[in-house]
C-alpha cells in the first residue's frame, strides 16, 4: 500500500522529465564523485556550504506542505492508513529539497575530504543534511512569514559561520572540526524530521495562510473590528505611469519558487524585494572581503558569483511574472503590444531594485580590491536586469504558466519549461569575461542596453506572441 | 466612428475562419448585430462561442474575414475603449483586493475618477463588505460580480460577455441583469443555458461546428414549438438537425 501511495504522490507531483532529469544528475554525479579525487580542496568546501545555506534558506521561507486539491477531496476520504500518505509525503519534499541539494554535493564531496574514512564519514553527514533541509521547508509551515525568515535566517547564518571562524556549526564537518559538525548535523536534521512529520500528521489543507501586510482598525477597548490590507491607490496619472508602477510594485512569488507545494500564490511588495537585496549584499559582501587577500580581488569566486547571477536572478524575476496575469483584463484595455512594453519596463525595474544594492556594494569594495569588482558590479546593476528581456520572451515562446486558482497551485517542472534556463548557457560565458576583463564589461552593457531598448519597444512581435498565448489557452 | 445609432451595426463578422493548429474552430461564421441589440450566442460545448467572443474582443485574431465592433477593427485602442468583456470562469487579478481590481483596471483603461467608479461600482452589487477583501479569499459568487464589474467599468458600449451568471444565486442574477439593462449597449451574450439567454436578450445566434446555424428571435424560437415542446427542446432539436 505504501509503494502504491508513494507512486501516487510522486507521479501527481512531479512530470517523468523532472524525475528523469534528477535520476540523470544522481547518476553522474556518483559516478564523478567516485572517480574524481583532486586534490585542491578549499574552494569546494564553500560550494557545499553554499548549497546547503541556500537550500536552508529556500525550504524554510517557502515552508509548505505537498498537498493538492485531489488529495483532500480523493485520498483524505479513503480508508488509507494516514502514515502511508505522511510518508509519500515527507518523500516527495524530499525528492526536491533533498536530492536537489545531494547531487551537487556528491559531485563535489570528495574534494573536501582526504582520507576514505573522512570521505564515507563526510558523505553521511551531507545525507543527514539534506533531511534537514527538506525538513525545514515542512516543520515551519505552520508559522508566520517573520517566523519563518528569522528561523531559515538564523539557520543560514549558522550553517555559513565557519567561514569566519565559528566552528559550533553543523557545518563544521567541512572544515576539519568533525565532532561539532556531528553533534550540530544529529540535532538538527533529527530535531527537525520530527517536528516536519508532526507537521505532516496536524496539517489541515483548509488552513490558508495570507500573505501581505494587514492593517487593523481597533474599538477604543482594543479589540480589532476590521482587517484591511494596505492597498495601493490608482491616482489619476497616465495609463502608462499607473501600468508600469504596478507592474513595479508588486513582485510575484510562491508560483514558481516550491515546485511542488500545496501553496497559494502570491506576491510581495517590492520594498522587500530592496531589503533582501541590501541583506544579500552585505553577506556577499563581507565574504568577498574575507576571502579577497590583502589588495587583491578573488577572481574565482567572482566569477563564480556572476555565473549564479547569471543563471538565477533572471529567472527568479521573470518565471513568475506572468502567471498572475491576467489577459482578459490587461489586454483588452490597450493593444497588448503596448500593455507588455509597460510591463516590461516595470519587470526590468523590479530585477533592478533588487541587484542595485548588490552593486553598490561591490562598487565599494572594488575601490579597495580591484576592477574585477567593479566588472561585477557592472554585470549586475546593467545586464542582468535587460536579460529579463530574454527571458520574459523565451516564456512567451514555451508557453507561460498561468495560475487561475489561487489555493492549489500544482506546478509541474516539464521539459518546455525547461528551455527558459538555456538562454542563460549563451550569457554565462559573456558575464565570466566581464569580470575578467571590465572595459568588456562595458562594451556587455551598453550593447545588453540597447537590446532592451529594442527589444521591449517592438510592439508588433509583442502583439503576436501574445495572440499566440492566448491561442494556448492563458485568459 | 463608433455611433450608437439603433439603425447601424454594431457587431459585424464576415467568413472569419480560425484553426486551433490543424483544429478547425470557425469555420466562416457570419453575423451583423444592430447598435442597441441584445444577442445570445448558444451552442453546444465546442461550437466556437469563446472563441467568437476572444476574436470581437481582439484577444484572437482571426486566420480570415473580416471584423469589426463599432466600426473599428477589434485590435485597435479604438476598439478597445467600446467594449466590455468578461469570460467565462473569469479570475480576476487574484492578489489584488476587490477595490483594487476595479481601481487599477479603471485607471489602465483611462476612467477619469477611477476611485468613485470603484466605489459606484461596489454599491452597485452590494460588495462594500467585501471591498478590501483579495480576491483570492472571495466566494465564488463575489468573484463574479466583479468580474461583471470590471467588465463595465470603463462604460463600454458593446458587451461580451460569456456565461455571465455562473455563480450567481437568483437575488443576485436578478440585481445584475437589473444593472446591465440600465447601460445603453449593445449586447452579445454566450451561454449554453436558453433560461439565461430569455432573461438577457431578445434574439438568438446559434452556432454549431463553427458556422451560425440559425439566427432569429425568441418570439420565432417559441413560434417553432411542436406539441408544447419548451424552448430548450427547440433549441436542442436545431442543435441536432445540424449535427
Known amino acids: ?475 | 466612428m463608433y455611433d450608437h445609432d439603433e439603425n447601424g451595426i454594431c457587431i459585424e463578422m464576415k467568413g472569419i475562419t480560425k484553426k486551433y493548429d490543424a483544429i478547425p474552430a470557425l469555420n466562416g461564421i457570419d453575423m451583423e448585430i444592430p447598435c442597441g441589440a441584445r444577442y445570445s450566442l448558444i451552442g453546444p460545448n465546442g461550437a466556437g462561442k469563446s472563441t467568437t467572443l476572444k476574436i470581437l474582443v481582439g484577444l484572437l485574431k482571426p486566420d480570415s474575414g473580416k471584423v469589426t465592433v463599432g466600426g473599428f477593427d477589434p485590435v485597435t485602442n479604438d476598439a478597445k475603449r467600446i467594449i466590455g468583456y468578461l469570460p467565462e470562469d473569469a479570475y480576476p487579478y487574484i492578489n489584488l483586493t476587490l477595490k483594487e481590481n476595479l481601481e487599477y483596471i479603471g485607471a489602465i483603461r483611462g476612467v477619469e475618477d477611477p476611485k468613485s467608479r470603484a466605489s459606484e461600482l461596489i454599491q452597485k452589487l452590494d460588495l462594500t463588505p467585501y471591498r478590501f477583501t483579495k480576491v483570492s479569499q472571495l466566494s465564488r459568487g463575489n468573484r463574479q460580480k466583479l468580474s461583471v464589474a470590471l467588465a463595465i467599468v470603463h462604460h463600454p458600449k458593446v458587451i461580451l460577455l460569456d456565461e455571465p451568471l455562473n455563480y450567481l444565486d437568483i437575488p443576485t442574477q436578478a440585481s445584475v441583469i437589473k444593472m446591465l439593462d440600465e447601460l445603453k449597449a449593445t449586447y452579445l451574450v454566450s451561454t449554453h443555458i436558453m433560461e439565461i439567454a430569455e432573461k438577457l436578450s431578445r434574439n438568438v445566434i446559434i452556432i454549431g461546428h463553427g458556422r451560425v446555424t440559425w439566427n432569429g428571435t425568441m418570439d420565432d424560437l417559441r413560434n417553432m414549438a411542436r406539441n408544447g415542446e419548451r424552448i430548450e427542446e427547440v433549441v436542442a432539436r436545431l442543435m441536432t438537425d445540424v449535427a
Not at chain 1, 544528475?25 to 569546494?44: D, H, Q, R, S, W
Not at chain 1, 505611469?241 to 517590492?270: E, L, Q
Not at chain 1, 587583491?296 to 543563471?311: A, N
Request: net charge positive; aromatic share 16%.
Open chain 1, 1 to 475: 500500500m505504501l509503494l502504491k501511495t508513494l507512486k501516487l504522490i510522486l507521479i501527481t507531483r512531479y512530470s517523468k522529465f523532472f524525475i528523469v532529469i534528477l535520476v540523470l544528475l544522481l547518476a553522474y554525479n556518483i559516478f564523478t564523485g567516485l572517480v574524481i579525487k583532486p586534490t585542491e580542496i578549499v574552494y569546494y568546501r564553500y560550494v557545499v556550504l553554499a548549497i546547503f545555506s541556500f537550500f536552508t534558506l529556500l525550504a524554510g521561507v517557502n515552508s509548505t506542505v505537498p498537498l493538492l486539491k485531489s488529495d483532500v477531496h480523493f485520498l483524505f476520504v479513503s480508508a488509507m492508513p494516514r502514515k502511508d500518505l505522511i510518508l509519500s509525503l515527507f518523500t516527495s519534499k524530499y525528492v526536491f529539497y533533498g536530492l536537489s541539494s545531494l547531487i551537487p554535493v556528491l559531485y563535489t564531496l570528495p574534494f573536501t575530504q582526504t582520507g576514505r574514512i573522512d570521505e564515507l564519514a563526510g558523505l553521511i553527514l551531507s545525507v543527514l543534511m539534506t533531511f534537514f533541509v527538506t525538513s525545514i521547508g515542512l516543520a515551519l509551515y505552520n508559522f508566520s512569514i517573520r517566523v519563518r525568515i528569522a528561523v531559515s535566517a538564523a539557520a543560514t547564518l549558522w550553517l555559513i559561520s565557519p567561514i569566519f571562524g565559528f566552528y559550533y556549526s553543523p557545518m563544521a564537518y567541512l572544515f576539519d572540526h568533525f565532532t561539532y559538525g556531528i553533534i550540530f548535523v544529529v540535532i538538527l536534521s533529527a530535531g527537525f524530521t520530527y517536528f516536519a512529520f508532526r507537521t505532516l500528521a496536524t496539517s489541515q489543507i483548509e488552513k490558508t495562510r495570507v500573505i501581505g501586510s494587514v492593517r487593523e482598525k481597533r474599538d477604543r477597548e482594543g479589540n480589532i473590528i476590521v482587517k484591511i490590507p494596505r492597498e495601493t491607490t490608482f491616482r489619476n496619472r497616465s495609463v502608462a505611469f499607473n501600468t508600469i508602477a504596478f507592474n513595479f510594485s508588486r513582485v510575484p512569488i510562491y508560483s514558481r519558487t516550491s515546485f511542488i507545494s500545496r501553496n497559494r500564490s502570491g506576491t510581495t511588495k517590492i520594498s522587500r524585494v530592496i531589503i533582501a537585496g541590501i541583506a544579500i549584499s552585505i553577506v556577499l559582501n563581507l565574504i568577498l572581503v574575507k576571502m579577497s587577500t590583502s589588495g587583491s580581488t578573488d577572481l574565482l569566486l567572482s566569477i563564480f558569483i556572476s555565473v549564479y547571477s547569471v543563471m538565477f536572478i533572471p529567472l527568479l524575476f521573470s518565471q513568475s511574472a506572468l502567471a498572475l496575469e491576467r489577459a482578459w483584463l490587461s489586454f483588452t484595455s490597450m493593444d497588448p503590444g503596448i500593455y507588455m512594453k509597460y510591463f516590461m519596463t516595470g519587470k526590468i525595474l523590479q530585477a533592478l531594485s533588487f541587484t542595485a544594492p548588490i552593486s553598490a556594494g561591490l562598487i565599494f569594495i572594488s575601490l579597495f580590491y580591484g576592477l574585477p569588482y567593479m566588472g561585477l558590479a557592472l554585470l549586475e546593476l546593467v545586464p542582468i536586469p535587460c536579460l529579463l528581456v530574454v527571458y520574459i520572451y523565451i516564456g512567451f515562446s514555451v508557453g507561460v504558466f498561468q495560475i487561475r486558482d489561487p489555493e492549489f497551485v500544482t506546478q509541474q517542472f516539464n521539459s518546455r519549461q525547461f528551455f527558459n534556463v538555456l538562454p542563460s548557457l549563451l550569457f554565462l560565458p559573456l558575464a565570466a569575461v566581464s569580470v575578467i576583463v571590465p572595459y568588456f564589461g562595458g562594451i556587455f552593457s551598453a550593447a545588453m542596453v540597447i537590446f532592451a531598448l529594442i527589444s521591449i519597444t517592438r510592439t508588433g512581435l509583442w502583439r503576436r506572441k501574445a495572440f499566440r498565448l492566448i491561442e494556448s489557452g492563458f485568459i
